[in-house]
Structures are given as structure tokens and as C-alpha cells.
Nanobody, 127 residues
């Protein structure tokens, strides 16, 4: 069992920045793909970004490319999503997921790849 915990959400104004953190338990964190997804009000959960296991290239949704950046600290079992130039359309409940199978069955941008999820952290961007 892997415990995933997100933190860092809050209320910001458009154009501001926010950092979300995600930690996952376990001794093989470097082998996890850690994905961020979000669920805007009244909508389906959608892919945001993924930190691919063992040093693979990070991937981003087109809607956040150039504004959001992932960083990873395997020693702390932590991934950080740095969100710059936030827009009201970024308002959502943000979830972090851990994939322990290298996205072998689905893509790393597919929520079905992820075995464990956190409870989510809310981000609200006012105009």
C-alpha cells in the first residue's frame, strides 16, 4: 500500500503562482511515475502533468505547458508542481497519483495508469 498526500492548494488571483507538493510512501519512490490530475467544478478529472519514473521526461498537458513545471526529490519522496501565471480556468481540485508499473498498460497521461491517489488539494484562481 502506498500513501499519497498532496498539499499546497489555496486561493490566488489570476497571474499569481502556487506550488503543490505531493509525497508518496515507499522505498522505491524513484521507480514511481507521479502524475498530477485536476477536476474542475462539474467536469471530469483531467491530466495535468507527470513526472515519469527513473528519470524519464516529464510530460505536460497542452493547457499548462510553459506555465507549470515539475520537480522531483527522490530522497524526500516528493514531487512539486510549480504553477505560474495561473488562470481562472486552472481552478480545480488537484490530485496526485502514483503509478508503480511504469505506465505499461495505459499512458502516463491516463488516470487508469495510477494505482494510488491522494485526497486532493483545492486550487481557486480568481479573476
Amino acid at each position: 500500500q502506498v500513501e499519497v498526500v498532496e498539499s499546497g492548494g489555496g486561493l490566488v488571483q489570476a497571474g499569481e503562482s502556487l506550488n503543490l507538493s505531493c509525497t508518496a510512501s515507499g522505498r522505491t519512490f524513484s521507480a514511481y511515475t507521479m502524475g498530477w490530475f485536476r477536476q474542475p467544478p462539474g467536469k471530469e478529472r483531467e491530466f495535468v502533468a507527470a513526472s515519469v519514473w527513473s528519470g524519464g521526461s516529464d510530460i505536460y498537458a497542452d493547457s499548462v505547458k510553459g506555465r507549470f513545471t515539475l520537480s522531483r526529490d527522490n530522497a524526500k519522496n516528493m514531487v512539486i508542481l510549480k504553477m505560474d501565471n495561473l488562470k481562472p480556468t486552472d481552478t480545480a481540485l488537484y490530485y496526485c497519483g502514483a503509478d508503480l508499473q511504469g505506465c505499461v498498460h495505459f499512458g502516463c497521461d491516463d488516470l487508469n495508469s495510477y494505482d494510488y491517489w491522494g485526497q486532493g488539494t483545492r486550487v481557486t484562481v480568481s479573476s
